[in-house]
């Protein structure tokens, strides 16, 4: 009888928090299948298409007039496959797993850094392109109260809370905080979270990232990547968010991280102390889901101490293998920002047929500010706008069909980068 009662709890939680909220959090996302079932089945999958209408030259921004008039070029990708796989044991014991499939890969690539480096490098990386995003064990006291420990989604900032391709516009990830944060966050820590009226709230604690994988380029993104086996928790970091749901059709959410970012690595690095590299990022995001429209909207602000004293330390590790330098850190900054709002509205609403057959079609613009090096007054393609507008075609609730023009817009000394993306996605469960 408890079991059956706790197993009700669950699902009513769930099931409040899809149809109160404009979005479910991704945390949750391998439990949205609660409806009696025991075992369940699911995931998400992107196609894309790109004709980019600049240079993919390594040298495009530290000299950008040779590279004004240079052919276009174009890519296929498959950006991220998921499977989903969730049970409930029974007695508000729950497992939940999410496993990743990166651009199709198999675990080894060849990596080209652009500018920063100019290299190829050939690397096979723990999990490589295959990941585990998620794998936990939850045990559910109430709404108000989960305990969830394993390998869990850090839900800081819009798109890492709401990371399913059916939660934006755009063909590809938001750009801002897929580049300045990791995304999807994702590392392994003890979480608790619950639903207390409108409000749903989350803590967590994790270990800290690695400061020596920060970068001009993409800031604290690097820092969550291990190059071993396990995850380095020498220092530990605290997480959290709050999203509320007083408003019907909006969501507004608070989201924060502290950790501790110097001497996590393998050795540890006990020579530079004084040296914290403490990292503070804070986030505010909403969405609006109503009357036909979707607007959706974030802030992001980081930043890391002693970043100076960070870019001048050679990691004193061996000759040939230096696991622990992004290979471009040396230069990154102390503070990054990252600024986004789009909003759709969905023209079939408008035609009887279309809208009685659930099919939608929402006309979207898409506007992007972020810089992950704020302070930085030479190196300044850090600084840049996103514009973007295009469709997003529902057949099927759970399929999107995409189409955009996208432009990056840079300081006048560099060159403007426009490109047409195509996709198609998919997200729901088969069990």
Known sequence: MNSL????MSAA????????????????????HVNGKRLS?????????SRNFYSDAGKRYSNATAYKNTPDHGRFDIP????????????????GTEIEFEHGGTGQS???????????????EKGGEVELEQFWIQKSFGRWANIKAGHIVVPVGLTNAYHEPLNFFTVYRPE????????????????????????????????????????????????????????????????????????PGLRIGLSGYYGKAMGNTTPQDTQHKNIKGNVYVGACDFTYNKYNWKVRGN?????????????????????????????????FGSHAIATMVEAGYDVFSQISKLRENNQKLYVFGHFEYYDSSVHNT??????????AAGINYFPLPQVCVKAEYNQRIFHSKYNNEPAVNIGIAYQGFFL
């Not at 009662?5 to 009700?8: A, H």
């Not at 089945?41 to 298409?49: F, K, L, Q, R, T």
């Not at 970043?307 to 290979?327: C, H, L």
């Not at 030479?378 to 514009?387: D, E, L, M, P, Y």
């Open 110 to 124: 060849i990596e080209y850094e652009a500018e920063e480096a100019i290299e190829y490098e050939q690397e096979v």
């Open 80 to 95: 991220h496959a998921v499977i989903y796989l969730g049970y409930d044991f029974g007695k508000g014991w729950t497992m």
């Open 5 to 8: 009662r706790i197993g009700l």
């Open 378 to 387: 030479t190196a300044k393609w850090t600084n840049r706008k996103i514009v």
């Open 13 to 32: 939680l769930v099931a409040g928090l899809a149809t109160a909220s404009a979005q479910t959090v991704a945390a949750d996302s391998v439990m949205q």
């Open 176 to 247: 801002g905080e897929n580049t300045i944060l990791p995304c999807t966050w994702h590392q392994t820590g003890i979480s608790f979270w619950g639903k207390s009226g409108k409000f749903r709230y989350e803590a967590q604690f994790l270990a800290g990232l690695n400061a020596y994988r920060f970068s001009r380029g993409n800031w604290i993104q690097g820092g969550a990547k291990s190059p071993y086996e396990f995850e380095v928790a020498n220092k530990y970091a605290v997480a959290a968010r709050v999203d509320n749901y007083s408003i």
């Open 41 to 49: 089945v699911g995931g998400y999958g992107e196609v894309a298409m």
């Open 299 to 331: 802030v992001d602000y980081g930043y890391v101490s002693d970043a100076t004293a960070i870019t001048s330390i050679v990691y004193p590790g061996t000759a040939n293998v230096k696991p622990n330098e992004s290979g471009s850190g040396k230069y």
